[in-house]
């Protein structure tokens, strides 16, 4: 059986769709899966062993230039890659207009289905439209998390029942050409702080990240502080100028902060990709909620997983002080 997963999207909702693949190859183990995914995170999708192939996506990129002959034969490619094999099933567990679409381009073999959400959960940028491109909608219900959402589809068409803690099956990375663990990485344990997001209100107030990195630094331990952009760089170097243990890091590439996550003795972070992948890889690991519902996104798969917080109800340092201790002693 060979099968195409369309999720293109965003970093964290790749890491929660990873489940479905475990699943399908436990009840079906010689079953193929290739996925299409965003350019940006096909590095992320080649470390689930189960994926046989990584068909990458530009599409943002291709937007800003549509008609040039490079975006028209980097299209092109794309559409021969994601062709050229014939699937019996093409899952678009997104449920957007976009990712229907792309579902659509693929090649189906005799009898082969195109599958997508039914409907969208509470909050979700669900795109009813995309069913126009399905042969079976599969309805799921309001409050599934996103962890479940893409293993509730996969279930229902491919007839096994969901009976399992998600198994993410992602391996360690490597490191890069140079065959050497970057510079930065310390030596000895250290705690790691995904303070940045996209959305500012889900952020955790300065003087609070401050306080728990000076508890921190009692146990001895580095707290690394990585940034994706300028507001988030000059974040953390406000933090750091009153931390005694923290240190900024460098702009990382995806897969070297997936390693920053991977390696890490203690992950604290907002809601934020890379603190769903710190719980994917089943660190001990305090995710913080405070402008987004905690059932969305929350790590419940592990007892290395902390969920504090919710919608409106950022938790306070206390809190997280004593999910430290809970975890490290």
């Known amino acids: 059986m060979k099968i195409l997963i369309v999720r293109v999207s965003s970093l964290g909702d790749v890491v929660h769709n990873m489940p479905m693949v475990a699943d399908i190859l436990a009840n079906f183990p010689s079953a193929s899966i290739d996925w299409v995914v965003e350019e940006a995170y096909a590095g992320l999708v080649g470390l689930n062993s189960g994926v046989r192939k990584v068909i990458p996506l530009s599409l943002r990129r291709w937007r800003k230039s549509l008609l040039s002959p490079?975006?028209?034969?980097?299209?092109?490619?794309?559409?021969?890659?994601?062709?050229?094999?014939?699937?019996?099933y093409a899952f678009d567990t997104q449920g957007l207009l976009k990712t229907a679409v792309v579902m659509r381009?693929?090649?189906?073999?005799?009898?082969?289905?195109?599958?997508?959400?039914?409907?969208?959960?509470?909050?979700?940028?669900?795109?009813?439209?995309?069913?126009?491109?399905?042969?079976?909608?599969?309805?799921?219900?309001?409050?599934?998390?996103?962890?479940?959402?893409?293993?509730?589809v996969a279930a229902s068409v491919l007839g096994y029942a969901i009976d399992s803690p998600p198994d993410f099956n992602l391996s360690a990375p490597m490191p890069g050409a140079q065959k050497a663990l970057p510079t930065w990485l310390p030596a000895v344990p250290?705690?790691?702080?995904?303070?940045?997001?996209?959305?500012?209100?889900?952020?955790?107030?300065?003087?609070?990240?401050?306080?728990l990195a000076r508890d921190l630094h009692r146990r001895g331990m580095p707290v690394l502080l990585p940034w994706g952009n300028d507001s988030e760089k000059k974040a953390a170097e406000q933090m750091l100028a009153q931390m005694p243990n923290g240190v900024l890091l460098p702009k990382l590439p995806l897969m070297e902060a997936v390693m920053l996550a991977q390696r890490a003795a203690l992950v604290v972070g907002v809601d934020t990709g890379l603190t769903h992948i710190a719980a994917a890889y089943?660190?001990?690991?305090i995710e913080l909620y405070g402008d987004s519902p905690?059932?969305?996104?929350?790590?419940?798969w592990s007892p290395n997983i902390v969920n504090l917080g919710d919608l409106g109800a950022p938790p306070d340092v206390a809190a997280v002080q004593g999910a430290v201790c809970g975890l490290l002693d």
Request: charged share 25%; glycine share 12%; proline share 3%.
């Open 70 to 88: 490079a975006t028209r034969a980097e299209i092109g490619e794309f559409r021969r890659a994601l062709q050229s094999e014939a699937y019996d």
């Open 105 to 152: 381009m693929a090649r189906l073999a005799d009898g082969g289905k195109r599958v997508g959400l039914g409907n969208g959960t509470e909050g979700s940028g669900y795109e009813g439209i995309s069913r126009i491109f399905h042969d079976i909608s599969v309805p799921v219900g309001l409050r599934t998390p996103a962890v479940q959402r893409a293993r509730v």
């Open 190 to 211: 250290y705690a790691v702080f995904f303070h940045g997001t996209a959305r500012a209100a889900k952020q955790w107030s300065q003087a609070n990240w401050v306080q």
């Open 282 to 285: 089943n660190r001990p690991t």
């Open 294 to 300: 905690r059932w969305k996104t929350q790590g419940d």
